[in-house]
T-cell receptor
Framework: SQTIHQWPATLVQPVGSPLSLECTVEGTSNPNLYWYRQAAGRGLQLLFYSVGIGQISSEVPQNLSASRPQDRQFILSSKKLLLSDSGFYLC?????????????FGSGTRLTVV | DQQVKQNSPSLSVQEGRISILNCDYTNSMFDYFLWYKKYPAEGPTFLISISSIKDKNEDGRFTVFLNKSAKHLSLHIVPSQPGDSAVYFCAANPSGTYKYIFGTGTRLKVLA
């Protein structure tokens, strides 16, 4: 079966510390992968997407970076977290089945920078 | 520049009545639209979609209407149930791109 895993579920990090969030998909190959962030009171903001290994497109310049070291792995990183990096981070996989085109989202990571 | 707008941040509806959630967009190159439902601390889940070649799509209690000339789509939930209480996001895909652009969401509260 096709699934998407994202961890950790919650994270509290001090300002200036590094960050690494991991997302993996199973049951598919060469997926398009995405990182979104939902900040408090705001919608879903696209941060990065990747259409293949080593291919990263950045939508919003900021304190974060992304990498795709393997076909089914997508990593969101930061060298030094800012308070404004707090939010709910979602990994997504673009899936086309039965004529429907859309995302399957992971369960999300709640990041609080203190 | 918000290309997909949900101008109502919240909506309250009595159980059994119709819920109507609205979404406006600015880019005429959007050719596919989605609605997602999100509970707190969970990832969004897919509800219903519509292609720009259609003006209506129905799935059980959920119907999405698309008015291309007005660049407007709406999600109707009939009848509304307390379990429908969540944040609803609309999303649009610019033709030929890999990404979806999401609106800011509308929080629906269905009152028992």
């Amino acid at each position: 079966s096709q699934t998407i895993h994202q961890w950790p579920a919650t994270l509290v990090q001090p300002v200036g510390s590094p960050l690494s969030l991991e997302c993996t998909v199973e049951g598919t190959s060469n997926p398009n992968l995405y990182w979104y962030r939902q900040a408090a009171g705001r919608g879903l903001q696209l941060l990065f997407y990747s259409v293949g290994i080593g291919q990263i497109s950045s939508e919003v310049p900021q304190n974060l970076s992304a990498s795709r070291p393997q076909d089914r792995q997508f990593i969101l990183s930061s060298k030094k977290l800012l308070l404004s990096d707090s939010g709910f981070y979602l990994c997504a996989w673009r899936k086309r089945t039965g004529g429907i085109d859309g995302y399957t989202f992971g369960s999300g990571t709640r990041l609080t920078v203190v | 520049d918000q290309q997909v707008k949900q101008n109502s941040p919240s909506l309250s509806v009595q159980e059994g009545r119709i819920s109507i959630l609205n979404c406006d967009y600015t880019n005429s190159m959007f050719d596919y639209f989605l609605w997602y439902k999100k509970y707190p601390a969970e990832g969004p889940t897919f509800l219903i979609s519509i292609s720009s070649i259609k003006d209506k799509n129905e799935d059980g209690r959920f119907t999405v209407f698309l008015n291309k000339s007005a660049k407007h789509l709406s999600l109707h939930i009939v009848p509304s149930q307390p379990g429908d209480s969540a944040v609803y996001f609309c999303a649009a895909n610019p033709s030929g791109t890999y990404k979806y652009i999401f609106g800011t969401g509308t929080r629906l509260k269905v009152l028992a």
